[in-house]
């Protein structure tokens, strides 16, 4: 996404359609060990943004997240791959308005 999240619609955002364990992922050029993630959430609809995991290829690193509106919260998510998946545990839209990973190669 962008390094400055725009929570308002459409802004930076981007969002799924209603689905169960909708999802969203971001390949990474290599294999880099992820140490955690940013999310920002949008300025409505705050469901969209709760109770997700989050995996690095497909171990998961963080459990239960929940992202308050117009929030950008770190999350603590420790793996090594080339692609971070944000899911939902429910049948739910997914929308996400920033996104950023930190970590080494």
């Known amino acids: 996404l962008t390094?400055?999240?725009d929570p308002t619609w459409p802004g930076t955002?981007?969002?799924s359609n209603t689905?169960?364990?909708a999802w969203w992922n971001v390949s990474l050029q290599g294999v880099w060990d992820v140490r955690y993630i940013h999310?920002?959430?949008r300025d409505c609809c705050e469901e969209r943004l709760q109770n997700l995991d989050v995996y690095v290829d497909t171990e998961k690193c963080a459990s239960n997240v929940s992202v308050g509106l117009k929030q950008?919260?770190?999350v603590l998510c420790e793996g090594t791959g080339s692609v971070i998946k944000v899911q939902h545990?429910?049948?739910q839209i997914l929308t996400l308005?920033?996104?950023a990973a930190y970590g080494f190669q």
């Open 13 to 15: 955002c981007t969002h």
């Open 72 to 74: 950008t919260i770190r």
């Open 39 to 41: 999310l920002t959430s």
């Open 97 to 99: 308005c920033g996104f």
């Open 89 to 91: 545990q429910e049948t």
């Open 3 to 5: 390094e400055t999240p």
């Open 19 to 21: 689905d169960p364990q």
